[in-house]
């Protein structure tokens, strides 16, 4: 059975960079058939995505964040990863790593539990 | 301001048949298939509904969605207390190149 666990500081200050990484149990990120995303929500708030990357280094990114996040997959370790660079405290969320199945419209199938990551001074 | 727009909330005593709408435009809902996520209290979301109107493996018959247009619905028959949870809409934005999703509607079991 596929899990995923985000990883990373739970406090970021502003302007600096937020790092999260997922690791991947019971799959494998160097796998043809699936993305790899991330997802975030801001307390209180709905789900906004970040990105999605494949094992190919085929990868999207919104595009109201794309001038500041960076993603990378580590098969090696079976992890992927996030860089959001510049935070402010309007990136305070909770961030989900997830999977898809390759194709337009599939769906995130599967989502770690999220973190919590708070920008503050 | 979300792209598919959802009503913010929507209630239903138990037994009762309750639906969620989710609209949207011609570059996602109107060419693409439609996703539902359902987010129990302080839980990461679980897929409910994809390609429109199937459900994944262990999701109750209850659970049912449709499309037509630009607009997409979750229906929830035989409506239970367990139910009560945050609902979501996404689909793929042709013009974005990009996932978008609704809003959320709050679903309260009275």
């Known amino acids: 059975q596929l899990q995923l666990q985000e990883s990373g500081p739970g406090l970021v200050k502003p302007s600096e960079t937020l790092s999260l990484t997922c690791t991947v149990a019971?799959?494998?990120?160097?796998?043809?058939?699936?993305?790899w995303g991330w997802i975030r929500q801001p307390p209180g708030k709905g789900l906004e995505w970040i990105g999605s990357?494949?094992?190919?280094?085929?990868?999207y990114y919104n595009p109201s964040l794309k001038s500041r996040v960076t993603m990378s997959l580590d098969t090696s370790k079976n992890q992927f990863s996030l860089n959001l660079s510049s935070v402010t405290a309007a990136d305070t969320a909770v961030y989900y790593c997830?999977?898809?199945?390759?194709?337009?419209?599939?769906?995130?199938?599967?989502w770690g539990q999220g973190i919590l990551v708070t920008v503050s001074s | 301001q979300s792209v598919l727009t959802q009503p913010p909330s929507a209630s239903g005593t138990p037994g009762q048949r309750v639906t969620i709408s989710c609209s949207g435009s011609?570059?996602?809902?109107?060419?693409?298939?439609v996703n539902w996520y359902q987010q129990l209290p302080g839980t990461a979301p679980k897929l409910l509904i994809y390609?429109?109107?199937q459900r994944p493996s262990g999701v109750p018959d209850r659970f049912s969605g449709s499309k037509s247009g630009t607009s997409a619905s979750l229906a929830i028959s035989g409506l239970q207390s367990e139910d009560e949870a945050d609902y979501y809409c996404?689909?793929?934005?042709?013009?974005?190149?990009?996932?978008?999703f609704g809003g959320g509607t709050k679903l309260t079991v009275l």
């Open positions: 997830a999977r898809k199945t390759v194709g337009a419209s599939n769906p995130f199938d599967s």
């Open positions: 019971g799959g494998s990120t160097s796998s043809s058939t699936y993305y």
């Open positions: 990357i494949h094992y190919s280094g085929s990868m």
């Open positions: 011609s570059a996602n809902i109107g060419s693409n298939t």
């Open positions: 390609n429109n109107n």
């Open positions: 996404s689909a793929w934005d042709d013009s974005l190149n990009g996932w978008v």
